[in-house]
């Protein structure tokens, strides 16, 4: 598979310790972004305030981590590895905890689509759980050959329905034979994901992700014990205007919902839980309010351990190079004003708990 000989070789020769060290924040409250675009937007000559750093203007403003998703193969080059280790590099020096948000595929993966990366087509169950070992290793190894030590890894990204389909790939508690046997296989994919970050860092906090916070699917997380899937923190997304996600649901249903929701995680299973991503309109003149209340109600929780706005940078009509093709148009949930500068619907989250 490429990255044995590799994760071997670099094991024996790495020191003990970090260049960069954020170990006096680890377990507070997360004030993130996920950034994951920003290499490719700074390629494009999108320009951040008065030409300034974005990750150092995200600092000035009270942001303390950031998210930053890995591909295994993606076409365009964006948010493959080494793209993912730059970003990594620049955030971990200005200060920043790091999560690392490894979707086991060559694009997005979401409860709509995990595909397997084209490279591990041909695998059959076995070999995918090496595929699964190594390439978590072949990550966090690289990040520890940069001297970075990410606070949190996502195991997958929004997997209510599973990984890897469609060996990994389980429906909503039905437990037919069939089903059991997906369930198998899901819950071992990222058992053995949760070994392999524990390898590369002992005190690594293992994320398993879902989305629609909103939702309370206590029969995943039953499920996922049940079949020896392991995580030490559930992570939820969390989109509250997006009414036509949620069955018209207005937004302070959803954040009242969340937060319901958030609380009998947190009960049940005696787990803390991350907000991963958020997302409000950009021009929407409630989206401040929105992010207003939902952060109160968050902080409020002790065992909710911060929020991640996803992308924020976006602005002025941007669009990565793998949306063209695909006639997609620019991301509408970005934070940042029409100056490239963040907005008050940001900063109230990068604000909170001063």
Request: glycine share 8%.
């Amino acid at each position: 598979m490429g990255y044995r000989l590799w994760i071997i070789g670099l094991a024996a020769t790495l020191l003990t310790g970090c260049y960069y060290s954020t170990d006096s924040a680890r377990g507070s409250w997360a004030k993130g972004c996920d950034l994951s675009w920003l290499s490719e937007m700074e390629h494009d000559s999108v320009v951040f305030g008065n030409h300034q750093d974005c990750i150092e203007m995200l600092r000035a403003e009270g942001m303390n981590a950031v998210r930053l998703r890995v591909w295994v193969n993606h076409s365009t080059g964006w948010s493959n590895l080494p793209d993912m280790l730059t970003l990594a590099k620049r955030a971990a020096k200005a200060g920043q905890r790091i999560m690392v948000d490894i979707h086991y595929s060559d694009f997005f993966a979401d409860p709509h689509r995990q595909d397997i990366p084209l490279a591990w087509r041909s695998y059959d169950y076995e070999t995918m759980l090496e595929a699964v070992q190594e390439y978590t290793l072949f990550v966090l190894y690289a990040l520890k050959e940069e001297g970075i030590e990410p606070e949190w890894v996502q195991i997958g990204n929004e997997t209510p329905n599973g990984m890897l389909w469609p060996m990994g790939r389980v429906g909503e508690g039905r437990m037919a034979k069939g089903e059991r046997e997906a369930w198998d296989r899901y819950a071992g994919l990222t058992a053995m994901g949760y070994k392999a970050a524990k390898e590369a860092f002992e005190n690594i906090t293992v994320i398993v992700h879902v989305d629609n916070a909103y939702e309370y699917r206590d029969w995943f997380w039953n499920a996922m014990k049940e079949h020896g899937g392991k995580w030490d923190m559930i992570g939820l997304s969390h989109y509250p205007m997006m009414s036509a996600w949620n069955g018209g649901k207005t937004w302070q249903q959803m954040n009242e919902l969340a937060e319901e929701n958030v609380k009998k995680l947190i009960a049940e299973f005696k787990t803390p839980v991350m907000i991963c991503e958020i997302g409000t309109f950009a021009n929407d003149p409630e989206s401040e309010v929105v992010m207003a209340d939902f952060v109160s109600r968050m902080e409020r929780i002790d065992s909710c351990k911060g929020i991640f706005y996803w992308e924020p940078e976006v602005y002025g009509g941007w669009r990565p190079a793998e949306y063209i093709p695909l006639g997609w148009g620019s991301y509408d949930m970005g934070a940042f004003t029409e100056e490239g500068k963040p907005s008050e619907t940001l900063k109230t989250l990068l604000q909170s708990k001063q």
